[in-house]
């Protein structure tokens, strides 16, 4: 069976990278949320086994998103998307319990690759 | 298992302990053969040994035991030599040396030199010799059964079964968000046994800050090779090394987040009752306002507002220590001092039992330490009195220092203020006698120009003063020449609710906190004199500097009518005046801290909560306008001229940003997959002010802009401009239909800020090459 992914991103252009990404790879991708207000919501119906969450968007950023899925659901299993010099935010995405992360710009295979590992994990 | 809580407890009950040493060793000097006094010594000694081998600080153990025995050998002796009180106040110091090591996390000092034996042979033959050999610790040390070190004993004893091993983990070089990784490192380590300490520790780590490795204590039962394996699936990870196992305690660190104060029970329990009774009050609130009962809601909101007041003051009362937490070391400081001056000192102390927050007292340590030197070295001349006098005053505590010691001349202080170039002799001949004495406060006074045999005073004066000014209380001097001086310092009891100052400043209101605020002025528009860019306003003979509070936090002020509201605070000793639309009032508000990312911002000391729910910010004036004022100097008018530059540097500059482009180009191509080429065809030095000319601009040409912040130890911004023709390319290369041109919509603006992000290699460049043309530049 394949494995569902949900992407969060306020960029139209990344959501289509992301999931042109996951789809050749096989997996399924059940959401996409282009901001942190929808993203929970679309979570809730879905309940994907791996989120992809950018950390700096407009109005609710990615570190609160996070933290409102895990508090909906502590299983989540969420893979944090940046841009360089994004540090601290990022540490604080981890301390709020994100699984990984992964810096752009990224290569396939990094995505993939995570993407496995944290899914294996789980 | 958390050993910090206990480790905690030990500091602050041995700190104890020691304080009572001392108030008894100086006891003991007045009455040597005072049976109660040398008992009481020997219980204090004993207690610290117990907590200290059970905590496995063998030498404080050594040390304490040592003088357990001391002690002892005076009980069978019934009395105790001076040369038994001086080796006594030694080991004291010594443990609390000792005692300084072990909070700040430095192995506990050698003590083998520092103890020497006394000239003449003590009444115990062991006290004659060196002492701090760790083996010589009888084994009985570690298994005391003092009954207030039980708990210890049993928690430390289950805690040091499981040994702890160094873990050292490097990351590849310039792995990105290396603070992030580091934190993964962490839990990956949790998943297999406890974490008792890192560094850098988590608090740092949360700052974000580059980490190229960290090293962890991790107590687990497992091998070697499971740690290494566990950490295998991380990226970036470039070296495991997992050093030898170690039994010792391991030490945590971030303590500050965990500070304990103890409390006691009853107060705990009034705390519980008054919860309780809100609670019920809230029931019958809610109750009455469904009946829509009014009066009865009025009456239960009364009961509450005393429930509220009761609990305030109970929590209050919680923070509360007494001063002479404080002043308990002052007699054995005292005694020193006369000791090696010659001179014959008492101390007389009253109402010293009277609490004081526990912020506050912490702040007077050094201050009262300052007075004490002071009155021995200069007030008293042979023979003298030190008096500390203590007492409450509404919601002020007042302690006057005074001494019995030859006093301080006006005269003298004017002369030596205007000798030192502090004040001219005009300034100085207006100063009453009060202000006079209030010189020795300024920075750099003792200092300044001869010190005379009567105006000597002033060492650390200004660090009284200022300690005493932070924590919003005012200091007074007093002095009559032949009679003594007296030093009163009037402080709040408690420092977590404050007075503010309310001001609107555009559309916000802001709060100041009293503290910070010398006075509020209203003065006519005309009275402000200008100079540049700089306006200043004459005040008490003194031109003082005017910055508006709104341009200072970057908002835009409200209308300008015709006089100007301000309030004078103060800057490195500067009173600087700050511009406000208007004033809303003033009140006692309790400052909450601001959370992140709030609490990164400079000169935003917290807020507080408005009676409509409003949150309304709290300003710092000194930080602020030290930001400001900073940022002031950057400005382009007020900036150093550019440099010039030869057209060889130029060049290098330009290949510089070539790389960087180069890298962008790369990242592109790769993720698009197609091949694209950036270049920077020239580089020229200019004001950033004049950027969107210099590249040609106009204003009919319509350009889109993305800026990139820098950071990180170089810090600056990048730029991206693209002309409305190539947004249009690239926009629809990013698109899902190429070739079709795009509106600028917000979906677009948000792909193109994308772009922003994947040119990031460049801007990654660029902080690294950022050094390089630093040092170009410094060339």
Redesign the interface.
């Known amino acids: 069976m394949s494995r569902r992914v949900m992407i969060v991103d306020?960029?139209?252009?990344?959501r289509?990278?992301l999931k042109d990404i996951f789809v050749r790879a096989g997996y399924q991708v059940v959401g996409e949320a282009d901001s942190g207000e929808t993203a929970l919501a679309i979570y809730q119906q879905t309940r994907p086994e791996l989120v992809t969450m950018d950390i700096v968007m407009p109005d609710k950023s990615g570190l609160e998103t996070v933290r409102d899925i895990l508090a909906a659901d502590p299983e989540a299993c969420i893979l944090m998307i940046?841009?360089?010099?994004?540090?601290?935010?990022?540490?604080?995405?981890?301390?709020a319990g994100a699984k990984?992360?992964i810096?752009?710009?990224f290569?396939e295979e990094q995505v993939l690759?995570?993407a496995k590992?944290l899914l294996e994990?789980a | 298992m958390d050993m910090s809580h206990y480790r905690e407890l030990f500091l602050s009950e041995t700190r104890e302990h020691i304080e009572r040493l001392n108030e008894l060793a100086v006891s003991l000097e007045e009455a040597p053969d005072r049976r109660q006094t040398i008992n009481a010594l020997f219980r204090e000694t004993h207690s610290i040994k117990g907590m200290a081998a059970t905590m496995g600080f063998s030498s404080m153990a050594t040390l304490a035991h040592h003088l357990e025995d001391l002690m002892d050998s005076c009980r069978s002796s019934g009395q105790a030599s001076a040369a038994v009180i001086d080796s006594l106040c030694q080991g004291i110091d010594l443990l609390a040396g000792l005692l300084d090591d072990i909070q700040n996390d430095r192995p506990e000092r050698d003590m083998a030199d520092s103890l020497v034996p006394p000239g003449e042979q003590g009444p115990s033959a062991s006290s004659a010799e060196p002492v701090a050999t760790p083996d010589r610790l009888p084994a009985g040390v570690t298994a005391i059964g003092d009954p207030e070190a039980g708990d210890l004993t049993t928690a430390a004893a289950e805690f040091q079964e499981i040994p702890a091993c160094q873990v050292q983990v490097r990351l590849a070089e310039e792995t990105?968000?290396?603070?992030?990784r580091c934190?993964?490192i962490l839990?990956e380590l949790e998943k297999i046994g406890a974490v008792t300490s890192s560094r850098p520790d988590?608090t740092t780590?949360?700052?974000?800050?580059?980490c190229p490795q960290i090293e962890v204590w991790l107590q687990t039962t497992r091998d070697h090779a499971a740690i290494e394996s566990a950490l295998s699936?991380i990226?970036s990870v470039a070296s495991v090394r997992v050093g030898e196992d170690r039994r010792a305690v391991p030490r945590r660190e971030n303590r500050a987040e965990t500070r304990s104060i103890r409390v006691r029970t009853d107060l705990l329990d009034q705390f519980i009752n008054l919860t309780g009774e809100l609670v019920t009050q809230r029931n019958i609130l809610a109750a009455a306002s469904r009946r829509k009962d009014w009066d009865e809601v009025n009456q239960v909101l009364a009961q509450a507002e005393r429930l509220i007041g009761d609990l305030h003051h109970q929590v209050l009362q919680a923070r509360l220590m007494p001063l002479e937490s404080i002043t308990g070391r002052l007699p054995r400081i005292v005694r020193d001092l006369s000791r090696s001056s010659g001179k014959q000192v008492t101390l007389k102390m009253t109402g010293t039992e009277i609490g004081i927050d526990r912020v506050i007292l912490e702040e007077l340590n050094d201050p009262l330490l300052h007075l004490v030197r002071n009155a021995i070295d200069h007030g008293i001349e042979a023979v003298g009195e030190i008096h500390l006098a203590a007492r409450r005053e509404k919601e002020t505590v007042i302690i006057e220092f005074s001494d019995n010691g030859k006093g301080m001349d006006p005269q003298g202080l004017r002369r030596k203020a205007v000798a030192g170039g502090l004040i001219t002799s005009a300034q100085a001949e207006q100063l009453c006698d009060p202000d006079a004495l209030m010189l020795i406060c300024q920075p750099g006074f003792s200092t300044a120009g001869q010190v005379t045999d009567l105006s000597g005073r002033g060492v650390g004066m200004d660090v009284v003063k200022a300690a005493v000014n932070r924590l919003g209380g005012t200091l007074e001097i007093n002095s009559e020449i032949g009679h003594g001086t007296v030093f009163r310092l009037r402080l709040p009891l408690s420092i977590a609710i404050i007075r503010i100052l309310l001001v609107q400043c555009g559309e916000v209101p802001l709060a100041i906190p009293m503290t910070r605020v010398h006075k509020t002025l209203e003065i006519p528009g005309y009275a402000v004199q200008r100079s540049g860019r700089d306006r200043s306003f004459r005040d008490q003979e003194e031109d003082v500097t005017l910055v508006s509070l709104a341009e200072a936090l970057g908002l835009s002020g409200g209308p300008a009518t015709g006089s100007i509201a301000l309030f004078v605070t103060e800057r490195h000793g500067r009173r600087v005046g700050l511009q406000v639309d208007q004033f809303l009032g003033q009140r006692e508000a309790y400052i909450k801290p601001v959370g992140?990312p709030l609490n990164r911002l400079t000169g935003l000391s917290g807020a507080v909560i408005e009676a409509d729910g409003r949150v309304v910010f709290v300003i710092d004036p000194p930080l602020l306008l030290e930001k400001h004022l900073l940022a002031e100097t950057h400005r382009p008018e007020n900036r150093m001229p550019l440099r010039d530059f030869d057209s060889g540097q130029l060049e290098t500059l330009k290949k510089i940003s070539n790389i960087g482009m180069e890298q962008a180009a790369a990242?592109?191509s790769?993720?698009l997959d197609r091949d694209i080429r950036l270049q920077a065809p020239q580089v020229s030095v200019t004001r950033s002010s004049q950027v969107a000319d210099d590249l040609g601009g106009d204003t009919a040409d319509r350009a889109v802009g993305v800026a990139l912040?820098?950071?990180?130890d170089a810090q600056g911004q990048l730029l991206l401009l693209l002309p409305q023709e190539s947004t249009d390319q690239l926009l629809s290369l990013?698109?899902?239909n190429p070739g079709e041109a795009l509106e600028m919509t917000d979906?677009t603006a948000?792909?193109l800020?994308?772009v922003g992000?994947?040119v990031?290699?460049a801007?990654?460049a660029v902080c690294n090459l950022m050094h390089e043309i630093q040092c170009f530049l410094a060339e």
């Not at chain 1, 306020?10 to 990344?14: C, G, S």
């Not at chain 2, 990105?176 to 992030?180: D, E």
């Not at chain 2, 780590?205 to 580059?210: D, I, V, Y």
């Not at chain 2, 912040?709 to 990180?712: K, L, P, R, S």
């Open positions: 306020d960029a139209l252009f990344m289509n990278l940046s841009a360089l010099g994004q540090d601290m935010l990022l540490a604080e995405a981890i301390v990984d992360f810096i752009k710009p290569k690759d995570i590992r994990e | 990105p968000a290396s603070a992030a934190l993964l839990r988590i780590l949360r700052q974000g800050l580059p699936g990226s992140f990242a592109l790769q993720m912040e820098i950071q990180g990013l698109s899902d979906e948000s792909a800020k994308e992000n994947i990031d290699p801007r990654n």
